[in-house]
């Protein structure tokens, strides 16, 4: 916008020409202040001290290995055996068909935006620094929250409640995958007139973080990526107000330091142009989330576009010294697993059922008493087949065959590939041993899914000739505070690894890290993915 008020643009009127120059000059200096406040928000994370984890120099970053061994490596090798098959996909205005909020009481209203501002605006003069870690399940029906202080007598880890307006299913900790947009401005709840903006992480983790969001007021353009960073910003604040205003004595006399871990879907994660966005968001959103202003589009772009938030979302290096990491969410899930006593070495298989995805994973989990967990992930899928994808599935004319096929493909693929290519010696493969798998997410109890998992126990026998598949549970944690109780931890699994410190999730190699072995016998597998039989 040009400062001189007198110089207008020519031809059509814009809301410039009805403005006072009074009122163009406040706007102008509130966009000074917001860049203002948008620079000492990242300089002040950058001043910050490096967290404990990166003192100790211990592994365990995502990053390390990676970085050290990728130019070593050579391209990952295509599977010959692979025939072509085509996966369903979102339709455009596929949604969580859980109907969004669509009133809010003031009482509730103004109970939110207390717990909101509480998180921008407490500050401290403290010399002594609280690591606080905050796990963030953003999921495409729901985001879960779980907060941990490492370093702290007793290790206090809670479970934070999500807002009671915004809870998916009545459940005390989903907070509804929603937002709202009117005007330029971002809103976590329903505001009257408002546009309702939906499928915030599927566009994310389907590579579209820059397209448009459709159907918005005219002259009003925000992206996906944008909105992203509103809703990411509003779960941190309300986390860190929660904390203040009902843990108010663990910040007596300390300088709170933030630190975010993110979720990503292990194939997601394996894809650098999906990691690489999803790491700004995140780093924008931890800032943002600094400052008292309203989360508008340009608030939300400015940050976006900072220097330092690019190069967070280009290097995990950078991202951790914005107070963000990026990890798979199958070393979050088996987290809290790799740390009991029953988690044995070995290979393992991770089905994870979301509301609209369906992920799967074949990892070797690798335990050592001085070096810590070791996640060495093998192949991996990520499908829009959920438990709601199968509504839409249904709606476009299709069959629940033709979606069994789907899944059964998807698993039978992550399954095949590593008997076939990436762990063959495995001893999983030989008669009188099995495969061990873990049914996790919110749609984990869902029958249909469960099926098609338990289906590939005949399936590995009859062409593995192994002993099938052994379903195991996940463990609940004993230390985690409660302040609701807790209806299913399945759906918290992810929130709870992810508040570990990021060394102590484990040191984790990519997909693309690790070459293929070729098996003991090459033999003919013919069509064994999704052959007549096996469907």
Known sequence: MNRDPSKRSRGRATLGDALSPAVIEQLHQLRDRLV?????????????????????????????????????????????????????????????????????????????????????????????????????????????????????????????????????????????????????????????????????????????????????????????????????????????????????????????????NLGLPTASYDDQKLAEPYRRIGAAALQLSKIDHPITIEATQLFLEDPHVAKAGASERDAEALGVCVLPETAAVMTGFAKSTRGAPGLYLLVDVGAMTLDACMFRLRSNSTSGDRYAFLAAQVRPLGVESFHWFLAEGKTKEEFVQQCDRALRETVWHTKLRRDSHADNWKKGNDVPVFLAGGGAENGLHREIVISLDPWLKQHAHNDGIRLLELPVPDAIELPSPLRDFGRMAVAWGLSYPPTEIGLITPIRDIDDVPPLVLSDSGDRFVSKDQV
């Not at 990166?54 to 970053?61: A, F, I, S, V, Y």
């Not at 339709?91 to 009482?107: G, N, T, Y």
């Not at 998180?119 to 929250?145: P, R, W």
């Open 36 to 260: 203002r406040q948008a620079h000492e928000a990242v300089a002040s994370q950058i001043a910050e001290s490096r967290p404990p984890w990166r003192r100790q120099r211990k592994p365990g970053l995502v990053a390390n290995l990676a970085e050290t061994r990728a130019s070593q490596m050579p391209a990952a090798t295509p599977d010959p055996q692979k025939s072509p098959f085509e996966y369903w996909d979102f339709p455009s205005e596929a949604v969580v068909r859980e109907p969004p909020p669509v009133s809010i009481f003031e009482d509730d209203r103004s109970s939110f935006d207390k717990l909101l501002r509480a998180g921008t605006t407490f500050s401290s003069d403290a010399d002594e620094e609280l690591f606080v870690i905050i796990g963030l399940d953003f999921g495409t029906s729901s985001t879960k929250m779980i907060v941990r202080l490492p370093y702290e007598a007793g290790e206090p880890t809670i479970a934070i409640p999500a807002p009671i307006p915004c809870r998916s299913g009545q459940d005390p900790y989903l907070w509804q995958t929603v937002l709202w947009l009117k005007g330029d401005t971002f809103y976590p709840w329903p505001e009257p007139g408002a546009k309702i903006l939906n499928s915030l992480k599927q566009g994310l983790i389907q590579g579209r973080s820059e397209t448009k969001i459709s159907g918005l007021a005219a002259g009003i353009s925000a992206s996906r990526a944008q909105a992203g960073v509103a809703y990411l910003s509003f779960i941190v604040r309300y986390v860190k107000g929660w904390l203040v205003h009902n843990r108010s004595q663990l910040f007596r006399g300390r300088k709170p330091v933030w630190f975010v």
